[in-house]
């Protein structure tokens, strides 16, 4: 069975400093990887995915990279701001149907 | 609008009650879930459906059930509520609409919030 795990579970830090998120697969047979913020009273919103034929993605100041191999990926946010205050999940998709497994998410605390 | 909606946002029950779940979607997705999230869990699969004919079971279906009554809706029902189905609950769609397909993007509604006393 595919576990999925992000390490920290919580992260604190000053504004201006690159956020480094982790997160951890056991079976490299994916799909594809997301990544996912979460804000309180609010849905998820994806934020980059990576199909599992590449290493990485890139939407403004956030990069993601995939090393399938190895079951990991990182998410990186540069110059962080307060407002990227959230809980950070990575999913996993398992089969052709479109099954996510999710980590349980890394909660990040951007201080002024 | 939302693209996806949730109702209720807050529900507060008691026990043996039974509890509806709505997820509306105006997205055109054929593909709706549902999840559960409980602190330092992550979010797990209750049911999913690929269309109104077909639902499947996911990671943790016991003590729910799922109706699709329309391509667009798709409700979780707790039959008889119990304290440790207290948890958040999200609806989430993919697929394409019209002739693109992609079943990659899963997008969520807002979550239900169920506390089961």
Same mark, same amino acid.
């Given at each position: 069975?595919?576990?999925?795990?992000?390490?920290?579970?919580?992260?604190?830090?000053?504004?201006?400093?690159?956020?480094?998120?982790?997160?951890?697969?056991?079976?490299?047979?994916?799909?594809?990887?997301?990544?996912?913020?979460?804000?309180?009273?609010?849905?998820?919103?994806?934020?980059?995915?990576?199909?599992?034929?590449?290493?990485?993605?890139?939407?403004?100041?956030?990069?993601?990279?995939?090393?399938?191999?190895?079951?990991?990926?990182?998410?990186?946010?540069?110059?962080?701001?307060?407002?990227?205050?959230?809980?950070?999940?990575?999913?996993?998709?398992?089969?052709?149907?479109?099954?996510?497994?999710?980590?349980?998410?890394?909660?990040?605390?951007?201080?002024? | 609008?939302?693209?996806?909606?949730?109702?209720?946002?807050?529900?507060?029950?008691?026990?043996?009650?039974?509890?509806?779940?709505?997820? &509306?979607?105006?997205?055109?997705?054929?593909?709706? *879930?549902?999840?559960?999230?409980?602190? %330092?869990? +992550?979010? #797990?699969?209750?049911?999913?459906?690929?269309?109104?004919?077909?639902?499947?079971?996911?990671?943790?279906?016991?003590?729910?059930?799922?109706?699709?009554?329309?391509?667009?809706?798709?409700?979780?029902?707790?039959? &008889?509520?119990?304290?440790?189905?207290?948890?958040? *609950?999200?609806?989430?769609?993919?697929? %394409?609409? +019209?002739? #693109?397909?992609?079943?990659?993007?899963?997008?969520?509604?807002?979550?239900?919030?169920?506390?089961?006393?």
């Amino acid at each position: 069975k595919q576990e999925v795990t992000q390490i920290p579970a919580a992260l604190s830090v000053p504004e201006g400093e690159n956020l480094v998120l982790n997160c951890s697969f056991t079976d490299s047979a994916i799909y594809n990887l997301q990544w996912f913020r979460q804000d309180p009273g609010k849905g998820l919103t994806s934020l980059l995915l990576i199909q599992s034929s590449q290493r990485e993605q890139t939407s403004g100041r956030l990069n993601a990279s995939l090393d399938k191999s190895s079951g990991r990926s990182t998410l990186y946010i540069a110059a962080s701001q307060p407002g990227d205050s959230a809980t950070y999940l990575c999913a996993v998709r398992t089969d052709s149907w479109g099954k996510l497994q999710f980590g349980a998410g890394t909660q990040v605390v951007v201080t002024p | 609008d939302a693209d996806v909606t949730q109702t209720p946002r807050n529900r507060i029950t008691k026990t043996g009650k039974r509890i509806m779940l709505e997820c &509306s979607q105006t997205k055109g997705h054929d593909r709706m *879930y549902w999840y559960r999230q409980d602190p %330092g869990l +992550g979010l #797990r699969l209750i049911y999913y459906s690929f269309d109104v004919k077909d639902i499947n079971k996911g990671e943790i279906s016991d003590g729910y059930s799922v109706s699709r009554q329309a391509q667009a809706k798709f409700s979780l029902s707790l039959e &008889s509520a119990i304290p440790n189905q207290t948890a958040l *609950y999200f609806c989430a769609t993919s697929g %394409g609409t +019209g002739q #693109r397909k992609s079943t990659d993007t899963q997008y969520f509604g807002p979550g239900t919030r169920l506390t089961v006393l």
